[in-house]
């Protein structure tokens, strides 16, 4: 049994905080600045208990209340109880009840969530003695489990999982000194959706999902969290990771969205495919060039969606060719990423994509053999080599991303059109669509001077003489000489 816990309440009451620590690393932003979550984000966790694991899934939603996307942001967290089988309810221990907080009750009274699982009142922010005092208010909520927690500083977290365990009739003991969970090895493949802001991202994944699960809006920057959603694409699961668009250093702002680009630049690093998204109705812009690097320079495997491309049915001499020859042009360096032409709202172009992904996931870590690669390197270092570079020895040393060291007489001497001509004959013969492909060039000696000194070694240690058999032989030979004198002196006598 894996219990699903929400986590709920208004906003900047420290949902976010108690997610983290429940989860045992820091996973969903934090910031002082109320209403940064806005989508559900659900994540497993490992707990431990009497010393075996217990897995549960903690689901962090956005603050209730009013504001900017309060409509959106409640329908979020109504769609998360629906599954959901304990209900924290967060309130903040510093400033007391709010007028909010009765609004979030009411809202769990209406729904009927009391009668049909347990919920659980976190009173947040208790950091010392004095904000107890606020506690005695919290009690005319109603709610019979009401528990006071520091999510910053790990205050009544164990009692706090101790209890959930407990309403979810599992053994309730867990011990203070077992420390989390390291976050477990998933072999899922984790698809990250990146690109500027407002090109239609999150309403990709929606129509990937078949459901409303991101906050989709016009408004530039409704994304502000990176939010990892489990998908079963053409019967293949996935991992799809939405991320805050990310625009121009000179354009954003500081605080939220400064740590928005940081958490996108993260999912990159911790995923197996970057999905490009790019605005088919606007055009490519310099923005989407240097994200496009940023995912180079992560290693990450690359597709180029073209997205809203519906919007150009009224443009017909724009084919397809033409749109992907002048992306191609503009964003040279990724040549080698395949282009998928979509409509995340009409839902159009998004077949297939479990095949594009795992094609491109088998290509990627294809494991070439040393003596293979060395004798094709030579082979084709024949055709074109200006500068008459020596190749030696050549080997693979990664495949995340396939990197290749190739050791030379002189790597200076390896022309531009030589690394280039060895790049497309490698993605000719052995593939890797989509990934990008690192080569490296070392100085290093020939396998024949290095065989022929070894030779001139042996022979000049030959005609020395192992000097431990030398002296053996001369030790024998004075042993032979007082053996003999020793006869010669019993035979006078």
């Known amino acids: 049994m894996n219990p699903r816990i929400l986590i709920m309440g208004r906003p900047n009451v420290g949902k976010s905080t108690l997610f983290n620590r429940l989860l045992g690393r820091r996973r969903a932003l934090v910031h002082d600045l109320p209403g940064v979550t806005r989508d559900r984000m659900e994540e ?294 395949p282009i998928v032409f979509t409509s995340g709202l009409k839902n159009q172009g998004l077949g297939d994509l479990a095949e594009l992904f795992e094609e491109i996931l088998s290509q990627r870590s294809v494991k070439i053999g040393t003596k293979e690669l060395t004798e094709w390197i030579r082979k084709e270092a024949g055709v074109h080599n200006p500068l008459n570079a020596k190749f030696y020895l050549s080997h693979q040393v990664s495949r995340h991303p396939p990197t290749f060291i190739c050791h030379v007489s002189d790597p200076d001497k390896v022309h531009f059109s030589l690394r280039r001509h060895l790049l497309n004959g490698i993605r000719d013969k052995w593939g890797f669509m989509g990934t990008p492909v690192r080569m490296l060039f070392q100085a290093g000696k020939s396998d024949r001077r290095a065989k022929s000194a070894s030779e001139l070694q042996r022979k000049e240690s030959k005609k020395r003489g192992d000097p431990k058999k030398k002296a053996a032989a001369r030790a024998a030979k004075r042993g032979q000489k007082k053996v003999a004198k020793l006869k010669s002196r019993a035979v006078t006598k």
């Open 44 to 337: 497993k966790a490992t707990w431990y208990s009497q010393g075996r694991p217990i897995e549960v899934r903690l689901i962090d939603t956005g603050g209730l209340g009013e504001g900017r996307f309060s409509a959106e942001i409640a329908a979020q967290v109504e769609a998360g109880l629906q599954d959901t089988d304990i209900v924290l309810v967060v309130f903040d221990g510093q400033t007391g009840l709010m007028t909010e907080d009765r609004e979030v009750m009411k809202r769990i009274q209406k729904s009927g969530l009391r009668e049909s699982r347990p919920i659980i009142g976190v009173v947040n922010k208790i950091d010392a003695e004095l904000h107890e005092v606020n506690q005695a208010e919290f009690f005319e909520t109603g709610l019979d489990h009401l528990l006071t927690v520091s999510a910053e500083h790990g205050r009544g977290i164990d009692d706090l999982k101790a209890t959930i365990l407990e309403q979810a009739e599992l053994t309730p003991a867990i011990s203070p000194e077992t420390p989390d969970a390291p976050e477990p090895d998933d072999p899922t493949p984790r698809i990250a959706i990146v690109g500027r802001p407002n090109v239609g991202k999150s309403t990709l994944i929606n129509a990937l999902l078949g459901e409303s699960r991101m906050i989709t809006s016009p408004i530039a920057g409704t994304t502000v969290d990176s939010v990892d959603s489990r998908a079963i694409i053409s019967g293949r699961e996935m991992v799809l990771i939405d991320t805050a668009g990310i625009r121009r250093k000179a354009k954003t702002e500081e605080g939220v969205e400064v740590l928005s680009v940081i958490q996108s630049k993260k999912a990159l690093e911790r995923a197996n495919i970057a999905v490009l998204v790019l605005d088919g109705e606007t055009g490519i812009t310099d923005q989407d060039e240097k994200i496009g690097g940023l995912i180079e320079e992560a290693g990450t495997s690359v597709v180029i969606f073209i997205n809203k491309w519906d919007t150009q049915k009224k443009n017909p001499e724009f084919t397809r060719e033409h749109a992907a020859d002048w992306v191609r042009q503009e964003i040279g360096f990724l040549k080698y990423a």
